[in-house]
């Protein structure tokens, strides 16, 4: 973990970064909406036991850890444009071998990122469960959802519980990491400082023994009443999300329209996960039996598939990198040549 010290017009910018590995090309991570770096940790694992890679999991604007100057800017093209300069920031004029991989609306960032050539060291770029057709359908219906999600969590367990329970993630043991990095302590939280009720007790007291003796019974009862305030304080610290989804709305149209023909039209190998082959649209359908790039569907997995599914959704990258020959495997990694990713010769270089 640390944070990447980006320098533009509008001064200094940090971003938060987990890295693992030290050989091999690098998966540079890029994370949906809401989420952050932290969704990719159980992935990240599965990964860099498969294959000869390194990681670099990056929380977005507005997302996670970083700090920007304009957080309330998710344009795409602002989006895009952060991650080429921390690449720049990270590895300067000679960056390593880099691939792309995105969910949702960071698999949007990586092909807008792909196709306005920032990061001049591409070798691959995946989308996961990300499709222009459908995306754009659920626009209609996001803010419906969005004010279906619980607006505060009791703690952070909560909300760990509520994100399995409702389908969100449904690997417990992602959801521990990636829950972390969605939610935080709500700001009006009860502040550490001594209650009023407690404070205003105290002046009574002091006033009470200028004028006469200590009352026992009564420092027992105000002791009993300050606990009592302290336990009501800690009970309202909850916790929220972190950024609200709901005010980006503006931005969702440039995120995923025009995003299918985008994705196509990116010279570098292409790979698509998907939960659910009925997620494809036209241009993507089309593309799909020209070959112009490869694809897997990992069924019995919601949107994030990468939580749901992490090993699965390793053994896909492992296996598409192995096959490019921009790695070699590790750990015993058996891939398969007859692997439904298809051929790599369907596929232009």
């Excluded at 036991?49 to 998710?74: F, M, Y």
């Excluded at 990586?110 to 996961?128: D, K």
């Excluded at 043991?173 to 990095?181: H, I």
């Excluded at 990258?317 to 790695?327: D, E, G, K, N």
Aim: aromatic share 6%; with cysteine; hydrophobic share 35%.
């Amino acid at each position: 973990m640390e944070d990447v010290v980006v320098e533009n017009e509008n001064g200094k910018e940090t971003f938060r970064i987990y890295k693992s590995g030290s050989e091999g090309p690098v998966l540079l991570l890029l994370h949906g909406g809401g989420h952050s770096a932290l969704s990719w940790a159980v992935f990240n694992s599965a990964i860099i036991n498969r294959i000869q890679c390194r990681t670099v999991a990056l929380d977005l604007r507005s997302h996670g850890e970083t700090k920007v100057r304009n957080p309330e800017d998710l344009s795409a093209e602002t989006m895009s444009k952060d991650v080429g300069n921390v690449v720049e920031a990270m590895y300067g004029d000679l960056p390593p071998p880099i691939m792309l991989i995105g969910h949702s609306m960071g698999g949007a960032i990586a092909v807008h990122t792909a196709a306005s050539n920032l990061v001049p060291s591409l070798l691959g770029l995946c989308m996961i469960d990300v499709v222009e057709g459908t995306a754009m359908d659920a626009l209609n219906s996001m803010q419906n959802f969005l004010r279906s999600r619980p607006k505060t969590f009791k703690s952070i367990e909560n909300a760990i519980e509520w994100s399995v329970k409702s389908g969100q993630i449904r690997n417990l043991e992602s959801a521990r990491v990636s829950m972390v990095g969605q939610v935080k302590q709500c700001e009006d939280a009860a502040s550490p400082e001594v209650p009023k009720a407690i404070v205003e007790g105290i002046i009574e007291e002091e006033e009470e023994e200028e004028e006469e003796e200590e009352d026992y019974e009564g420092r027992g009862s105000l002791n009993k009443r300050k606990k009592e305030d302290d336990t009501e304080t800690k009970k309202e610290h909850l916790y929220t999300w972190r950024i609200e989804l709901s005010k980006t709305e503006k931005y969702w149209d440039g995120w995923f329209r025009g995003l299918s023909n985008l994705f196509l039209s990116c010279s570098t190998p292409k790979l698509l996960l998907l939960a659910g082959v009925d997620r494809l649209d036209k241009d993507l359908t089309i593309g799909q039996m020209q070959g112009k790039f490869q694809m897997q569907v990992l069924p019995q997995c919601g949107h994030a598939v990468h939580e749901d599914a992490p090993d699965k959704v390793a053994e896909a990258v492992a296996t598409f990198l192995i096959r490019h020959r921009f790695t070699e495997p590790i750990g015993g990694f058996q891939w398969s040549q007859s692997s439904s990713l298809g051929s790599v010769a369907d596929e232009p270089r």
